[in-house]
């Protein structure tokens, strides 16, 4: 069952970015098989982290889940550089690191930002295994990286 990925985004008043360039020597995606695996997005919109800081100091855990959003958007346009995004049938991984201050605990709270994405736009094909790590740091001191592995038709 193919679905209609930017209609899905269109509902909640999102679109597909443009999918940001690498910051170091890597691609944003790659594909063997029907398996898509998205190197960790950052929060970037429109080639600028939206936000930096700590979760849990700098970073409100509300506004880390609304990163892990953005991240998650970045995720599905760096498979859409190797695959359609409607031609994705299943979201298999998501991994969601969080740039805690001492003592946050709620990585799970921020990583729904991204597992609700999902949710949204493939009900039940949506609903993926998932980590949710607390990292002492992040590249460009970004609160929030998402990595996506998803299955394509």
Not at 27 to 56: C, H, S, W, Y
Not at 116 to 137: C, K, N, P, Q
């Amino acid at each position: 069952m193919s679905v209609d990925v930017r209609a899905k985004l269109a509902e909640k008043g999102l679109t597909l970015p443009v999918s940001s360039k690498p910051l170091a020597a890597y691609v944003p995606a790659v594909r063997t098989g029907n398996i898509v695996f998205t190197a960790g997005q950052l929060p970037m919109v429109d080639g600028k982290i939206a936000r930096e800081g700590k979760v849990g100091a700098d970073v409100t855990p509300e506004e880390a889940k609304a990163l892990a959003e953005i991240c998650a958007l970045n995720a599905l346009s760096a498979v859409e550089l190797v695959a359609p995004v409607d031609s994705i049938v299943r979201v298999v991984r998501i991994v969601c690191y969080v740039n805690g201050a001492p003592g946050f605990t709620a990585q799970p709270a921020v990583a729904n930002g991204a597992s609700e994405l999902f949710m949204h736009i493939w009900g039940d094909a949506g609903i993926a295994a998932r980590s949710a790590l607390g990292v002492a740091e992040l590249p460009l001191n970004s609160p929030v990286e998402v990595e996506l592995t998803v299955e394509v038709s």
